[in-house]
C-alpha cells in the first residue's frame, strides 16, 4: 500500500533544473517527506527533507504543497551525475522501518 | 566527514556457509539499521539498534540471521548456513536518535551465493 506515487521515469537536459513530483495525498500530520536518490551499485543517498516549509540546501530544493498533499524536488542544475532513480518517502519520527517504491528514474543527457 | 562504511563491498560464497557482513556507522550516531535490497526490489528492514535498548529484530527472515552492535558502534551481520535466496545487497544505515533525523547509508555488501 504506497504512501507515494511518482512518475517511473523522466529526461532532463544537462545544465537545466530537474523538477521532480511525488503525490503523498494521505500523509498525516506528523509525517515528514524525505527525498533520497541510489545510483547504481551505491547505496541511497539522502538529500532532503521537510514537514511543511519550503527547504534548501546544498544538493536540491524541496516545495512541499500548502495542503501537503504533493511535493516537488527541484535539482537547480543537473549534471549527468544525477543521472540516478529517486525516492520520495513520507516517514514519521523515528519510523525506521522504510518502505521505497519504485521511485522515479532521472536520466539527465548532455 | 566519514559516511557509513560496509564492508566488504562485494562476497561470494557457497551454499551452507557462514558469512559475516560489518557495518561501521557514522561517529556520533546513536541508531543504526541494516536493510537489505534484492534486484529490482525495495528495501526490506532487518534489524534496528538504538543505544543500549533492545534490538528490534522483527524484520529478521529467519533464525539463521542475527546481527550484534559491540560498544555502540560497530555492527555485524551474520547470515548462518547461507542459502540461494539470501543473495542480496545489504545495506546498513545510521543516524542520530530523536527527531526527523535522516537515515545515511552505505553502499552496501553485494552478497552472492553459490
Known amino acids: 500500500d504506497a504512501k507515494t506515487t511518482q512518475p517511473p521515469s523522466m529526461d532532463c537536459a544537462e545544465g537545466r533544473a530537474a523538477n521532480l513530483p511525488c503525490n503523498h495525498s494521505t500523509i498525516s500530520g506528523n509525517e515528514y517527506v524525505y527525498w533520497y536518490r541510489q545510483i547504481h551499485s551505491q547505496g541511497p543517498q539522502y538529500i532532503i527533507h521537510?514537514?511543511?516549509n519550503n527547504e534548501t540546501n546544498e544538493m536540491a530544493s524541496l516545495i512541499i504543497t500548502e495542503d501537503r498533499k504533493s511535493s516537488t524536488l527541484i535539482l537547480p542544475h543537473a549534471t549527468l551525475r544525477d543521472t540516478a532513480v529517486y525516492y520520495c518517502i513520507v516517514r514519521v519520527t523515528n519510523d525506521y522501518k522504510l518502505s521505497f517504491g519504485a521511485g522515479t528514474t532521472v536520466t539527465v543527457r548532455a | 566527514g566519514a559516511g557509513v562504511s560496509q564492508s566488504p563491498s562485494n562476497k561470494v560464497t557457497e551454499k551452507g556457509k557462514d558469512v559475516e557482513l560489518r557495518c561501521d556507522p557514522i561517529s556520533g550516531h546513536t541508531a543504526l539499521y541494516w536493510y537489505r535490497q534484492s534486484l529490482g526490489q525495495g528495501l526490506e528492514f532487518l534489524i534496528y539498534?538504538?543505544?543500549?535498548?533492545?534490538?528490534?529484530k522483527s524484520g529478521l527472515p529467519s533464525d539463521r540471521f542475527s546481527a550484534e552492535r559491540t560498544g555502540g558502534s560497530v555492527s555485524t551481520l551474520t547470515i548462518q548456513r547461507t542459502q540461494q535466496e539470501d543473495s542480496a545487497v545489504y545495506l546498513c544505515?545510521?543516524?542520530?536518535?530523536?527527531?526527523?533525523?535522516?537515515?545515511?547509508f552505505g553502499n552496501g555488501t553485494r552478497l552472492t551465493v553459490t
Open positions: 544505515a545510521s543516524s542520530f536518535s530523536g527527531g526527523p533525523s535522516p537515515l545515511h
Open positions: 521537510g514537514l511543511k
Open positions: 539498534f538504538q543505544g543500549n535498548s533492545a534490538p528490534d
